[in-house]
């Protein structure tokens, strides 16, 4: 779908620990004693909760590479081109 595996895994891997420490915070709020308190703070929690899904997904929508840039992973290609080094001077 256009982002490539590495930073579909670093994105996948920053948003689990975002969503970690949300559940952490949250229940941590629901140990303590004072009901106000736990009311207060998971309202706030799912008010960060909302505005953070909404800055990965427009993180998502940035960072995504166009298909054209894209490489699929199949670099012997059955045309007759060949990946050509640009290094590499031929004779």
Sequence with gaps: DGLALE????LL???L???SFLAIAF??????GDIILSVSLIC????LLRHTLR???RLYKR????PALAH??????????RMVDPLVQEA
């Design 72 to 81: 699929s992973g199949n670099f012997n290609a059955q045309d007759g081109s």
């Design 44 to 47: 706030v929690l799912l008010y």
């Design 7 to 10: 930073y579909r895994l670093v």
């Design 63 to 66: 960072f995504r590479l166009p």
């Design 17 to 19: 620990g975002t969503l």
């Design 27 to 32: 229940i941590y709020s629901l140990m303590q």
């Design 13 to 15: 891997a920053f948003f």
């Design 55 to 57: 800055a990965f997904k």
